[in-house]
């Protein structure tokens, strides 16, 4: 057939040429088991080291066609309960940041940063009946980790590590959470939220 003589040409090329191929159409795929059964006819022990390699070659290009059947095709789209953002639409949210942060800081408030994933048990009970709603990850490391489920329990995280007693700050970031979308109503599973908290006395700015 016209597979094998490819093939056959490719193998005086070199080995290596030999091992490359394409994957095979359902009806190519009858063509290879007759070669494969007029190979095996010959037996093993008279065939030549090119009809063995063709042999090798031929089963490996039926595996690859079985192991092909009943995949599902790949559609790109964004995870349930997300969605992509226009530049058009990141300029607005650029100024509505901007507004609400020069509002922050004229009051004398400074921001913090936080890590997008917290220690499991760290959010662990924090939540009540919406801990089931929080991002659980796989073991990392040989740590438990999860994605933030709001902004205030990683600044708890943040004040009681840092031995924090007064600070009036604003965060805002990316928050998850497992629940179940509605975009249509703007419920999201990723989403940004705005918090402002004064730990300790702060004096009047």
């Known amino acids: 057939t016209t597979l094998f003589r490819s093939h056959h040409r490719a193998r005086h090329r070199g080995y290596g040429a030999a091992r490359q191929y394409r994957s ?39 595996t690859h066609l079985k192991d092909n059947e009943g995949k599902h095709k790949f559609v790109l ?5 997300t969605r992509d953002y226009t530049p058009k639409q990141m300029a607005i949210r650029e100024r509505v940041f901007n507004t609400i942060v ?13 890590p997008v994933f917290e220690l499991k048990e760290t959010l662990t009970g924090k939540y009540g009946e919406d801990s ?22 990683p ?5 009681a590590m840092n031995k924090i007693t007064n600070i009036k700050r604003y965060h805002i970031a990316k928050v998850y959470r497992r629940d179940n979308p509605a975009m249509t109503k703007g419920r999201f599973r990723e989403f940004y939220q705005c918090d402002f ?6 004096g009047r700015a």
């Open 102 to 114: 020069n509002c922050f800081k004229r009051h004398g408030a400074e921001t913090i940063d936080t």
């Open 24 to 62: 095979p159409s359902r009806g190519e795929d009858v063509e290879l088991n007759i070669e494969i059964k007029a190979f095996a006819a010959r037996g093993r022990a008279m065939a030549s080291n090119s009809e063995i390699d063709n042999i090798t070659t031929l089963l490996d290009q039926q």
């Open 132 to 153: 089931k709603l929080i991002y659980d990850l796989k073991d990392q490391g040989g740590e438990l980790l999860s994605l933030r489920y709001d902004l205030t329990v």
């Open 155 to 159: 600044f708890a995280r943040y004040l």
């Open 197 to 202: 908290d004064i730990a300790g006395q702060i």
């Open 77 to 81: 789209k964004t995870p349930k309960g």
